[in-house]
């Protein structure tokens, strides 16, 4: 049994774009990835589509990872998100980060584009 069907057991079923995200996330942690990547990169979209489909789709991960609080996917404001693996499991997932500001729980996210 691979890692991800571990934790696809242990708790809410993710939809195949929700496990997607979450691959690309878990496999660059601290790594901060505009909605314009990610939408190309999960979602195939090709032009500067205006969508809320990652919000959306980010917002529901969070939840759905709630009994994971050693995960928190943080948004960075004007810039996208970035995955946090916490090793005290602490849990505040919805901090806010400005692209200028210095997260204080981990260390400063890479830009992904």
């Known amino acids: 049994m691979s890692e991800m069907d571990a934790i696809q057991s242990r708790g809410p079923k993710l939809t195949k774009k929700e496990q997607e995200l979450l691959d ?4 660059n942690p601290g790594r901060c990835f505009s909605r314009a ?15 809320r489909t990652v919000d959306v789709h ?3 991960l ?5 009994d994971r609080p050693e995960l928190a996917i943080h ?8 995955l946090e693996v916490r ?5 505040n997932s ?13 260390s400063e996210p890479a830009w992904a584009n």
């Open 62 to 66: 969070r939840k759905k990872l709630e």
């Open 37 to 51: 990547y990610l939408l190309q990169r999960i979602w195939g979209y090709r032009d500067d589509t205006r969508t």
């Open 75 to 82: 948004t960075v404001v004007r810039q996208g998100y970035v």
């Open 58 to 60: 980010v917002s529901r």
């Open 94 to 106: 919805s901090t806010q980060y400005s692209a200028g500001d210095q997260p204080t729980e981990f």
């Open 87 to 91: 090793r005290e499991g602490r849990s």
């Open 24 to 27: 690309l996330l878990e496999e």
